[in-house]
DNA sequence: CAGACATATTCCTGAAGGAGTATATATGAC
DNA sequence: GTCATATATACTCCTTCAGGAATATGTCTG
C-alpha cells in the first residue's frame, strides 16, 4: 500500500489504467525524468501493481488487476461497518465503566 | 492515502475497525509508546480517516467510514478493468509501430 | 487546592526514500 | 563492427518522518 502512496507513482498507476505504455511514453506525459519513472516502476512492479513485458528495445508496463482486487478485498470488512447506522459509543462506554469498577476494587483492597 | 501506508497506522485502523477505542487502549493492544500512539492518530485524523470524541479524560478515536468509501470509490474504474479479457497490448503494439512509422518519414526529410 | 491519570506536544536523532546527474546495459538500424 | 535509442542502475544530496524521552496540557478525585 505504500507503494501507492507517492504521488507520482499514483499518476503512474492511473496512467496505465487506461492502457499499457513504454516507459518513454509515461516520461512524456507525466513530465518526469527518466530515471525517476524507471525507479518508480520498480517500487510499483516489487509491490505486484505492475508487470513488464520487453518488446524489442521497449518495456511495456501494464497494472495488475489481481493487486488492485486485493485492496478491494482488504475494503470488505468496512464495507461492512459502513452502513451501519447505530452508534456503538455506547457499548464503548459501558466497557470502560467496567473497566474502571475493577480498578477502583483493586485499589481498595 | 499515505496515511495508512505505516504499518502501525493501518494496525490501529484495523483495530479501529471492529469498535472505538481509547488512546490507552490502542497503546495496551498495539504495544507501542502511548506518544506515538497520539501522533499516529494525529496524522490518521489530519487524513480524514478517524475522528474523536472526548468523553471525560479519555479521547475515544473511531473510524469515520466516508474516508473509506472514497479509497472504495477511487477503485471503481479499475474494477471495470479487471474483468476485461481481451489483452490490450496488440493496441498498444499497432499504436508504436504507428508512431515509428511517424518518425522515420521525418528523418528521411 | 494536591495528586493521579489520560493524552498531547516538543525536541532530538537516525533511517528511508525521492530528486538529479552521470553512467551502464541492451536492443535495433546500418 | 558503430551509432542511436530505450531503459536501468549507481551515487549523492536533501527532505521527510518514525521512534524515544521528557515535558506540557487537561481532567477527575478527594
Known amino acids: 500500500m505504500s507503494a501507492l502512496a507517492e504521488p507520482n507513482r499514483l499518476q503512474i498507476v492511473e496512467l496505465l489504467r487506461r492502457k499499457?505504455?513504454?516507459?518513454?511514453?509515461i516520461v512524456e506525459r507525466l513530465g518526469l525524468h527518466q530515471p525517476q519513472v524507471s525507479k518508480h516502476l520498480r517500487v510499483l512492479s516489487e509491490a505486484g501493481l505492475v508487470e513488464v513485458r520487453p518488446v524489442g528495445q521497449l518495456r511495456i508496463?501494464?497494472?495488475?488487476?489481481?493487486?488492485?482486487?486485493?485492496?478491494?478485498t482488504w475494503l470488505d470488512p468496512y464495507r461492512r461497518t459502513w452502513d451501519e447506522r447505530?452508534?456503538?459509543?455506547?457499548?464503548?462506554?459501558?466497557?470502560?465503566?467496567e473497566k474502571d469498577k475493577g480498578k477502583r476494587n483493586g485499589r481498595r483492597k
Open 86 to 97: 447505530f452508534d456503538q459509543l455506547d457499548d464503548v462506554l459501558r466497557d470502560l465503566k
Open 20 to 25: 499499457p505504455l513504454a516507459v518513454g511514453e
Open 61 to 72: 508496463y501494464r497494472i495488475r488487476a489481481q493487486a488492485l482486487k486485493e485492496l478491494d
